[in-house]
């Protein structure tokens, strides 16, 4: 009974001096500075470094694996093995050269920003990677992501692919998910002679703004492209039902009538 005690007290001593020895070196590993860095001066502390890295992630949605390689179940930050984190330095660069010239092209003073509702200076004028990136590692336009699918799976794929945007995205800072959004890729489809997928985008968007007049204007016109000048009036006029103060509904409605 006795050596059993004294082997478990002796277990529990070990597990403790591991667990402190674990901690002490998790200590250490997150006090150690950075080194390797380029961007900024090379005594900048941690603690700052890990704050920019935060921000980093926010703006771009993406986690420290992005740039940074991983080794025995650590980060190795050190290592520019990664393209990922040689373009990151680059894009640094060029948003701190963009902030350089910007009070100058707004006709600013440098750290001026936007007056405040009670009249004290808001935020400086600057650019950030969140101005750009809006939660994606390569920006890009919704509408672009809409017309490649489209292009690649014809009108229904670009439907299915915004719908899924919109169900992963929706009330975020990545897309534009107000009346326009439609708006602008269904007259990409028009101007790519696609007047049949651009009233399936339409006729969606009414699903979300049913009030939209511009939706049923440009509904119009692209059911007039198709040769339905009937249901192009019908539409021009629930266009100018909602909105009486838009002169260019009433004018397309006049001359739709008058051909």
Not at 44 to 53: D, E, G, H, N, P
Not at 187 to 211: C, F, G, H, V, W
């Amino acid at each position: 009974m006795k050596r059993a005690s004294s082997a478990i007290a002796l277990a529990m001593v070990l597990f403790v001096g591991v667990l402190v020895s674990a901690q002490t070196q998790t200590a250490a590993d997150q006090a150690a500075p950075f080194t390797n860095l380029q961007v900024w001066p090379k005594d900048t502390s941690r603690a700052v470094i890990m704050q920019f890295m935060n921000a980093f992630g926010d703006s771009l949605g993406v986690t420290c694996d992005y740039c940074h390689v991983q080794q025995g179940g650590k980060f190795d930050f050190a290592s520019d093995e990664k393209r990922e984190k040689r373009v990151a330095r680059q894009m640094i660069l060029l948003r701190d050269s963009i902030n350089v010239v910007l009070p100058a092209i707004v006709g600013k003073p440098a750290g001026a920003g936007p007056t405040s509702v009670n009249g004290q200076p808001g935020a400086p004028v600057r650019v950030l990677c969140s101005s750009c990136h809006r939660g994606l590692p390569i920006p890009r336009a919704l509408a672009d992501f809409i017309t490649d699918a489209s292009t690649n799976g014809g009108g229904a794929a670009g439907m299915a692919k915004y719908k899924e945007l919109r169900a992963k995205y929706y009330g975020g800072q990545t897309f534009d998910f107000t009346e326009g959004a439609l708006l602008t890729i269904a007259q990409r489809s028009m101007t790519a002679n696609k007047p049949d997928d651009a009233i399936a985008y339409l006729q969606q968007n009414l699903e979300y703004y049913p009030k939209s007049s511009r939706t049923y204007a440009a509904l119009a016109q692209a059911k007039n492209a198709r040769g339905d000048k009937a249901s192009a009036i019908k539409d021009l006029e629930k266009a100018v039902e909602l909105d009486p103060a838009s002169a260019q509904a009433k004018t397309q409605l006049q001359q739709l009538k008058g051909q």
